[in-house]
């Protein structure tokens, strides 16, 4: 059971990076996906997360407007679309699955070893 989280990088504020969790020896579909983020000196914190039923999202009030998750069951694949980035963004972001869509981390049983996302003014 692994998960892999891609697509992080160096942009300017204002642009765009798109996240992807892939997940390999099981089934994203059962799973609620969470996207966490860490930055230095700071605790993770919860920025997005996907059900696994109705496929119902939800997002931080500080990513809300700006970043879009999705999943795609058929490539076994969850994105984290982020628009309108700002310095503040700068963290290293986690995929993590569990089984209800939660803010909490303690609700999620796998995660991904993360991607850092850097963004400059």
């Known amino acids: 059971v692994q998960l892999q989280a891609s697509g992080g990088g160096l942009v300017r504020a204002g642009r765009s990076l798109r996240l992807s969790c892939a997940a390999s020896?099981?089934?994203?579909?059962?799973?609620?996906i969470g996207w966490f983020r860490q930055a230095p000196g700071k605790e993770r914190e919860w920025v997005s997360c996907?059900?696994?039923?109705?496929?119902?999202?939800y997002l931080s009030d500080s990513v809300k407007g700006r970043f879009t998750i999705s999943r795609d069951n058929a490539k076994n694949t969850v994105y984290l679309q982020m628009n309108s980035l700002k310095p503040e963004d700068t963290a290293v972001y986690y995929c993590?699955?569990?089984?209800?869509?939660?803010?909490?981390?303690?609700?999620?049983?796998?995660w991904g070893q993360g991607t850092l996302v850097t963004v400059s003014s």
């Open positions: 993590a699955a569990g089984r209800i869509p939660d803010s909490d981390i303690e609700s999620y049983n796998y």
């Open positions: 020896g099981f089934t994203l579909d059962y799973y609620a």
């Open positions: 996907i059900s696994s039923s109705d496929g119902s999202t």
